[in-house]
């Protein structure tokens, strides 16, 4: 960057000075304005959500001078014919009102609707970016946390905005909801009893949901999402690996007025794409569905995207319970609904947020990380996520086995057992192939940095032999490359004479180091590279000493 940053714009300094003469706070604005942001492209993942968010709160608003959240029972006579004088909730009647008489209703809607989206996908991508360059580790563990906190608490406000318009799709998903929380031992009967009112489907759920996703939960992700901005600001973000980038700068523009432009210009246009979405794309169209009636389900009902992996583990899991001492009077456990409404999420989040603390103790590494890593260079780390990916890929996919039997003319029972064998061969098959793009990867990156780059020049060898002459790679690349840094592990032995550090002689102690051998080391040094076998005739070509023909 060629500007200086000593120097105080105009901009910064004559609003600095209005503050400052009122409240004294002129040295943190000229400070914190000038903060410099590195620019990657991967970076702009997070804002996505962040933008998202902040239009889902917008459109709620608007919703909220409209809908009605209450169970109560109406004939409906509003503008939609086919359901003129049918029986319905005024939360339904209401959702039909906004779609069809409200100025501008089913636009909100429909944009309230994609934006909740694009949230859980933006910050499901932004995760992995964070996950797969390691942008996790010390010192930003705490703002990891928060952030599966988020992803988590983006979940159930999904599902809890999904079920208010009280159609009968989001009311096939509350009877799901019902049946995972019934099935829970010893408090299930309890939090249906809280959250329904009494026997399902009750008289209150809309009302507490309503209250759920309109207030708590969106006051949660508020408060986690200014401490998630506090803590990145204050920590200062990572950077990717390149010239004149260390642990100890910050290569990159500054807030004002270049980060602050390029997130202006960014978030009007993710609110473009929203309302071009809402606009010209038809999402959730609940005067189709019809209200909800606990007798009536429909064929090929479908959550949203986010929800699809545990719709998938529902229909993959063989239909087992326990008879407690012997006997269903005794008390039945459903593993059935138990295991598929709780071990694939508990394992994804369970895994993400103790992932940083499980590599910590495994490599032994302590230090600070402020530039991030490729994702080849930690290949068990890769193929670790790409194995989560697939997992929860094959479960969102077998969530429609009922479509995918019925256009694609298999047998359903067959798409279930093939998920079921599936749902762990792929992951595993996905972690092996994975390891060995990450170190084919580093190979290649180990031939750019000892032999350069191909320049596209055919030459011929004196005895015949036709070869791609290479030039060395510029400095940027170079220095990207070279960003390398080998993935830590524990020392093997305490002084050097073949006896194992103290916390490293137990069962766990060894295990530890066996995991941490597998783990961490160099896998592919960047010296390692490896050209056509032909350094002397690469040499003579590129000093010009041979009789050669260029095509």
């Given at each position: 960057m060629s500007s200086d940053l000593t120097t105080v714009p105009k901009?910064?300094?004559?609003?600095?000075?209005?503050?400052?003469e009122r409240i004294g706070a002129a040295n943190f604005l000229k400070r914190n304005l000038r903060k410099v942001f590195p620019d990657h492209w991967s970076f702009l993942l997070g804002e996505i959500a962040l933008y998202a968010f902040i239009l889902l709160l917008l459109t709620g608003t608007f919703l909220t001078f409209w809908f009605k959240p209450s169970m109560g029972e109406i004939a409906y006579d509003g503008s939609y014919a086919p359901l003129k004088g049918v029986m319905m909730s005024e939360?339904?009647?209401s959702s039909l009102e906004i779609s069809f008489d409200v100025?501008?209703?089913l636009l909100m809607r429909q944009m309230h609707h994609w934006a909740a989206l694009l949230f859980v996908s933006g910050m499901m991508v932004h995760m992995l970016r964070v996950f797969f360059t390691g942008a996790y580790r010390k010192p930003r563990e705490l703002n990891w946390l928060i952030g599966v906190l988020l992803l988590t608490l983006a979940?159930?406000?999904?599902l809890t905005g999904y079920s208010l318009p009280d159609d009968l799709l989001s009311g096939a998903g509350l009877r799901i909801t019902e049946g995972v929380a019934i099935s829970l031992p010893l408090v299930g009967t309890y939090i249906t009893f809280f959250l329904f009112g009494g026997e399902y489907p009750g008289e209150d759920i809309i009302s507490r949901f309503y209250s759920l996703h309109i207030l708590l939960i969106p006051g949660l992700i508020l408060a986690l999402v200014s401490a998630h901005l506090v803590l990145m600001w204050v920590q200062k973000h990572t950077q990717m690996p390149g010239k004149a980038r260390t642990n100890k700068n910050v290569v990159g523009a500054p807030f004002y007025p270049a980060f602050m432009a390029k997130a202006g210009a960014y978030t009007l246009f993710t609110f473009a794409v929203v309302a071009g979405l809402a606009t010209f794309t038809q999402i959730n169209p609940i005067w189709l569905f019809g209200p909800y009636t606990p007798a009536d389900i429909?064929?090929?009902?479908?959550?949203?995207?986010?929800?699809?992996?545990l719709e998938g583990s529902l229909r993959l899991m063989p239909s087992w319970e326990i008879n407690m001492f012997g006997t269903a009077h005794a008390g039945t456990l459903p593993l059935s609904v138990i295991i598929p409404a709780l071990v694939p999420l508990g394992l994804v989040m369970t895994g993400l947020a103790l992932y940083p603390f499980l590599e910590r103790w495994i490599t032994g590494d302590h230090r600070e990380h402020h530039v991030a890593d490729r994702p080849r260079n930690n290949p068990h780390r890769t193929s670790i996520g790409m194995a989560a990916i697939v997992f929860y890929g094959v479960l969102w996919l077998l969530g429609a086995n009922d479509e995918l039997s019925a256009n694609f003319q298999i047998s359903l029972n067959w798409t279930t057992y093939a998920g079921r064998v599936l749902v762990f061969v792929l992951p595993a098959l996905a972690y092996v192939i994975t390891y060995r793009i990450c170190l084919g990867l580093q190979r290649h990156d180990a031939g750019v940095v000892s032999h350069g780059v191909e320049s596209g020049v055919i030459k011929r060898l004196p005895h015949g032999e036709f070869i791609e002459v290479h030039t060395p790679a510029a400095d940027d690349i170079e220095a990207h490359v070279r960003g390398k840094e080998a993935v830590p592990m524990l020392p093997v032995e305490a002084d050097g004479a073949g006896i194992p550090p103290k916390g490293m002689r137990g069962p766990l102690g060894k295990l530890r180091a066996r995991m941490s051998r597998a783990y961490g080391g160099e896998k592919i040094a960047l010296d390692e590279g490896h050209g056509h076998g032909h350094d002397e005739e690469h040499a003579a070509v590129e000093s010009g000493e041979d009789r050669s023909l260029t095509h």
């Amino acid at each position: 960057m060629s500007s200086d940053l000593t120097t105080v714009p105009k901009g910064i300094a004559g609003p600095s000075n209005f503050i400052d003469e009122r409240i004294g706070a002129a040295n943190f604005l000229k400070r914190n304005l000038r903060k410099v942001f590195p620019d990657h492209w991967s970076f702009l993942l997070g804002e996505i959500a962040l933008y998202a968010f902040i239009l889902l709160l917008l459109t709620g608003t608007f919703l909220t001078f409209w809908f009605k959240p209450s169970m109560g029972e109406i004939a409906y006579d509003g503008s939609y014919a086919p359901l003129k004088g049918v029986m319905m909730s005024e939360a339904y009647a209401s959702s039909l009102e906004i779609s069809f008489d409200v100025r501008g209703g089913l636009l909100m809607r429909q944009m309230h609707h994609w934006a909740a989206l694009l949230f859980v996908s933006g910050m499901m991508v932004h995760m992995l970016r964070v996950f797969f360059t390691g942008a996790y580790r010390k010192p930003r563990e705490l703002n990891w946390l928060i952030g599966v906190l988020l992803l988590t608490l983006a979940l159930v406000e999904g599902l809890t905005g999904y079920s208010l318009p009280d159609d009968l799709l989001s009311g096939a998903g509350l009877r799901i909801t019902e049946g995972v929380a019934i099935s829970l031992p010893l408090v299930g009967t309890y939090i249906t009893f809280f959250l329904f009112g009494g026997e399902y489907p009750g008289e209150d759920i809309i009302s507490r949901f309503y209250s759920l996703h309109i207030l708590l939960i969106p006051g949660l992700i508020l408060a986690l999402v200014s401490a998630h901005l506090v803590l990145m600001w204050v920590q200062k973000h990572t950077q990717m690996p390149g010239k004149a980038r260390t642990n100890k700068n910050v290569v990159g523009a500054p807030f004002y007025p270049a980060f602050m432009a390029k997130a202006g210009a960014y978030t009007l246009f993710t609110f473009a794409v929203v309302a071009g979405l809402a606009t010209f794309t038809q999402i959730n169209p609940i005067w189709l569905f019809g209200p909800y009636t606990p007798a009536d389900i429909s064929a090929g009902s479908q959550p949203d995207w986010y929800m699809g992996f545990l719709e998938g583990s529902l229909r993959l899991m063989p239909s087992w319970e326990i008879n407690m001492f012997g006997t269903a009077h005794a008390g039945t456990l459903p593993l059935s609904v138990i295991i598929p409404a709780l071990v694939p999420l508990g394992l994804v989040m369970t895994g993400l947020a103790l992932y940083p603390f499980l590599e910590r103790w495994i490599t032994g590494d302590h230090r600070e990380h402020h530039v991030a890593d490729r994702p080849r260079n930690n290949p068990h780390r890769t193929s670790i996520g790409m194995a989560a990916i697939v997992f929860y890929g094959v479960l969102w996919l077998l969530g429609a086995n009922d479509e995918l039997s019925a256009n694609f003319q298999i047998s359903l029972n067959w798409t279930t057992y093939a998920g079921r064998v599936l749902v762990f061969v792929l992951p595993a098959l996905a972690y092996v192939i994975t390891y060995r793009i990450c170190l084919g990867l580093q190979r290649h990156d180990a031939g750019v940095v000892s032999h350069g780059v191909e320049s596209g020049v055919i030459k011929r060898l004196p005895h015949g032999e036709f070869i791609e002459v290479h030039t060395p790679a510029a400095d940027d690349i170079e220095a990207h490359v070279r960003g390398k840094e080998a993935v830590p592990m524990l020392p093997v032995e305490a002084d050097g004479a073949g006896i194992p550090p103290k916390g490293m002689r137990g069962p766990l102690g060894k295990l530890r180091a066996r995991m941490s051998r597998a783990y961490g080391g160099e896998k592919i040094a960047l010296d390692e590279g490896h050209g056509h076998g032909h350094d002397e005739e690469h040499a003579a070509v590129e000093s010009g000493e041979d009789r050669s023909l260029t095509h």
